[in-house]
Each structure stands twice: as structure tokens, then as C-alpha cells.
């Protein structure tokens, strides 16, 4: 007896800035690499990447300042989501009981080095130059009430290199983040749990 097919996994993307990660995963999905939906886009302020979304025909909603669990709640109860995926989002997400579990970021290094309140985008990347290391990467990361702590899911490395300057190291990172985050999402839709 042949078995059902897995529904695909309906994504609500929460976004703040550019939408590079965001149109990563829609490209992703759209060469059938990645079996997902993306439902909902999120995008804590109107920012490039909402018009991007709204461009690509993707449900776009605005929402300022932290949103309240109840309120992110009815949001994804509403559009019937499987899982949330912060992709650049730079707010702290009050996660709702029932998406325990069902919440993952990307961070640009490697966790639990140089993460946490205020360490995103390119003061990462000068975090990093400034410890003198010599490796750096991105992590994907089920996350829990607080900034980059949550288990990891995957981890992908990058070597630093010695001219490197903030902008030469994010793009070396942000190019193993367009391979892991997918990568990353297919885990945990076939399955896995920490």
C-alpha cells in the first residue's frame, strides 16, 4: 500500500531588511530543491525586502515593533503555518506554545560565539575580525525567548582570511548561508529534533 504523500510545509518568513535569505528559500523552493510554501512573509518594517515579497506575489504584512505572542499567534493560526523562519529579522520573537520547536534562525557565525543582543549583520562580521579568528560561518538554529541561544540544527564554516574587512567575510558567509539554510529547513521538515 503506497504510503501519503508529507503535505508541504507552509512558511511564515519574518524579515527585516534587504529579503536576500527570503528570495534564497523562494528560489530554493521554485527549483524544487527545498519542499516548502512560503505562506507569509513578516517584515518588521516596510523595507526593501517587503517590496520584494509583495513583487514575488507573497502574502506581505507589516508588522512593527515586537509582536505579542498572542497577536504572532492569530497571524500564523490564520495562514495555517507550519513553521516560522527568521531570515534577517532583527526583533525578538515571543514564541506562541504551540510553534515551540517550530521557530529557526540563521545567524552569521558560529554559535554561541558572537551572538546576542545587538550582534547582527555586519558588527558580526567586525566581532569576528576583531577576535583575530581564523574561522567564522553561519549557524541554523531552533530558537527559544532569547537572542541566538536555541539548539543547533546545522553549522557551516568559512575560513577568515587575513585581508579579509567586514564586507569581504560577509559575503563569503552569506554564500554558505544560502547552502545551509535550505539544507538546514529539509532536516527539520524530514524530522529531526535536538
Known amino acids: 500500500m503506497p504510503t501519503a504523500e508529507p503535505s508541504t510545509p507552509r512558511l511564515a518568513v519574518l524579515i527585516s531588511g534587504g529579503g536576500r535569505s527570503l528570495l534564497n528559500l523562494l528560489d530554493r523552493i521554485s527549483q524544487n530543491k527545498l519542499r516548502a510554501q512560503i505562506a507569509l512573509v513578516i517584515a518588521s518594517s516596510e523595507c526593501p525586502g517587503a517590496e ?55 545567524h552569521p ?13 555586519h558588527h558580526v562580521h567586525e566581532a569576528v575580525l576583531k ?24 553549522q557551516r564554516e568559512v575560513p577568515v582570511l587575513r585581508d579579509d574587512t567586514p564586507d569581504t567575510l560577509a559575503a563569503r ?14 532536516k527539520l521538515f524530514a524530522g529531526w529534533r535536538p
Open 173 to 186: 558567509v552569506f554564500k554558505a548561508e544560502c547552502e545551509a539554510f535550505p539544507q538546514a529547513l529539509a
Open 52 to 106: 520584494k515579497a509583495r513583487g514575488a506575489g507573497l502574502t506581505t504584512a507589516v508588522i512593527p515593533g515586537r509582536i505579542p505572542r498572542e497577536k504572532l499567534e492569530t497571524v500564523l493560526r490564520e495562514h495555517r503555518i507550519d513553521w516560522v523562519v527568521l531570515a534577517g529579522y532583527l526583533k525578538l520573537v515571543e514564541i506562541p506554545p504551540a510553534f515551540d520547536g517550530r521557530v529557526v534562525n540563521i
Open 131 to 154: 577576535a583575530g579568528d581564523t574561522v567564522s560561518g553561519c549557524t541554523v538554529h531552533l530558537c527559544d525567548s532569547r537572542y541566538d541561544t536555541g539548539p543547533i540544527v546545522l
Open 109 to 121: 557565525a558560529l554559535l554561541p560565539k558572537h551572538g546576542g543582543p545587538g550582534l547582527y549583520g
